[in-house]
Every structure is written in C-alpha cells, then in structure tokens.
C-alpha cells in the first residue's frame, strides 16, 4: 500500500479541519485512507527545528509523497529528498524563497500552491495603522526560527516607517518567550499587535487550555 507522508510544523489539534479537508479529498480522488492508502502525520508541535528529522524520517519510511503546509515544512522535505514527489503549500513566493527553479517549470521533484498570504503581510500593517490611528508604535510578533522571519521583518519596518509608524519586533519560539513578548507589549504600551504566519503562533498553548 503506498504511503504519504504529512509533515507540519503545527500539532493535530488546531489542523483538525485541514486534515479532515485532505482526507476528504483523497477520498474523492479515489484513494481511501487504510484502504488502498496509508498516512503517515509527522507534527513539529511548533518546534521548526523538528522539522529536519521528521522529514528524514519519512523518508526512511519510503513514502510515495511528501505533503507539507508551510516553508519551513517544504524546505525541510526538500533537503531529505531529491527523489520523491514533494507538494507544498505556502504563502511566500516559491520560486524567490529558493523552492523550485521557475513557477511554469518548477523542475526537480517538487511542486505546490502558494496563496501568497505573506504578501500580503504589508497590508495587514496598513490596516492595523488605520485601525488604531492613535497608535504611534505597533509590535510585530515573530518567530525568529522561521527561514523567512528576518525578510519579512525588513519588509515590514520599511512599510511601518512609510505610514509615520514605529514597530517594535518581538519574536518568540518557545511558550516562555511568548509570554515575555507579550508582557512586552503590555508594559511599553504597544498600540497595535501584527502577528507573522507561523505554525507555532496557531498552536495551543498553556495560556489557552
């Protein structure tokens, strides 16, 4: 039975719908999970830094496919394996975040969708600066262990200083710093809160139970 092999950053918990959603779909497809298919969830719990070892993982297992959520999941597979199939879906543009060669030829064994949600992270910031027009410095909370953190960080600052604003980056990665960014944002009395597409800030932590 041919394997497939889901590798995330996030935990089952807040994918339940977009597993269910993927499953779902294979089922239309004509593959049937424990019937003429078999998936193998590989979860990071927020930690890219799992990421590496969990997609060699799944190679060892000798999946037929590789199907992962996020850049850093993507990246990950893509240093495991140049042999078997990868599909990603991200939010960054694939081809300037060094995924595949070309969009119409993406090459190599792997390939995807990006809904460039983080393009759009500039105008999120817009529309929190008009949202709170009182606000003369915003926070942009980030996870300094994603690949695409320090670019979008740049991205962002350069858009906050065109709208007349400050922004204070506050990155965290574990539970403990993001309570500390937090209380960052409390005590210098940030207006406003931008919160970077990451798998870690979608996961439930001790604060939420």
């Known amino acids: 039975m041919p394997v497939i092999g ?3 950053g ?3 918990e807040p994918f339940a719908a977009a597993s269910a959603g993927f499953e779902d779909g294979l089922n239309e497809a004509g593959f049937i999970p424990g019937k003429n298919v078999a998936l193998e969830y590989r979860w990071a719990q927020g930690r890219s830094d799992r990421l590496p070892g969990l997609a060699a993982d799944l190679v060892s297992r000798q999946v037929a496919l590789i199907v992962t959520a996020t850049l850093p999941g993507a990246l990950a597979a893509k240093a495991a394996s140049t042999t078997i199939p990868i ?3 991200i939010g960054e ?3 300037q975040v060094g995924l595949v060669a070309s969009l119409n030829r993406p090459g190599g064994n792997i390939t995807g969708v ?5 393009l759009l992270a500039p105008k999120r910031l817009q529309l929190l600066a008009e949202t709170v027009p009182e606000a003369t410095v915003l926070a942009l ?3 300094a262990k994603n690949p695409n953190a320090e670019p979008d960080t740049r ?5 906050a200083r065109g709208l007349g604003r400050g922004l204070q980056v506050l990155t965290a990665s574990t539970d403990q710093e993001l309570g500390t960014a937090f209380t960052a944002i409390a005590e210098q009395r940030l207006g406003g809160l931008s919160v970077n597409i990451d798998s870690f800030f979608r996961q439930p932590h001790p604060a939420d139970r």
Not at 114 to 118: G, Y
Not at 155 to 159: E, G, K, P, T, W
Request: hydrophobic share 50%.
């Open 6 to 8: 889901l590798l995330s």
């Open 155 to 159: 991205d962002l600052q350069a858009v």
């Open 141 to 143: 909370l980030v996870n």
């Open 10 to 12: 996030g935990s089952p």
């Open 93 to 95: 543009e694939p081809v």
């Open 114 to 118: 990006s809904n460039f949600m983080n």
């Open 87 to 89: 599909v990603f879906v």
